[in-house]
């Protein structure tokens, strides 16, 4: 049976980021959370031994929750100002360990995994699929 690891991008960024204290990488920018994520991936790549692996993120643009409820997430505490530069370096990270990522304006990284994994799913019901997230 082939396994599958879909994992929620911006979940484990955010994870990675405030699990480590501040740390840099040679030329003096933050790179706490592209280093968590690196120890994340391998061992979830170890726990898991998935056949295949991807990942999704968010983008900026709202989504259609936003639309149909415009207090959607208001409350949230904007990201620290360090944080979302580090993603160029998550997705080279990613890039390097020859795993792919979506994203797609308009839907949130949860909605690509819960399409990925339904279509895949459809297709092969041997597939077993493993998500990687901390939301509920």
């Known amino acids: 049976m082939n396994t599958l690891l879909l994992i929620d991008g911006n979940n484990l960024l955010h994870r990675a980021y405030h ?3 501040p740390l ?3 030329t003096g920018e933050m790179a706490n959370a592209v280093f968590g994520i690196s120890n994340m991936l391998l061992k979830a790549v170890n726990e898991v031994k998935p056949d295949y692996v991807a990942c999704a993120f968010d983008t900026k643009a709202p989504t259609f929750r936003h639309v149909e409820f415009e ?3 208001a409350q ?6 360090d944080l979302y530069p580090q993603l160029p370096k998550v997705k080279g ?3 390097a ?3 792919k990522y979506f994203e797609k304006a308009g839907y949130e990284a949860d909605d690509i995994l819960a399409t990925i994994a339904s279509k895949l799913k ?3 019901s041997k597939l077993k699929i493993t998500i990687l997230s901390g939301d509920r």
């Open 97 to 99: 360990f020859g795993i």
């Open 122 to 124: 459809t297709q092969d």
């Open 19 to 21: 699990a480590l204290p």
């Open 76 to 81: 949230r505490k904007a990201p620290p100002p």
């Open 93 to 95: 990270v990613l890039e």
């Open 71 to 73: 207090a959607y997430k």
């Open 24 to 26: 840099t990488d040679k």
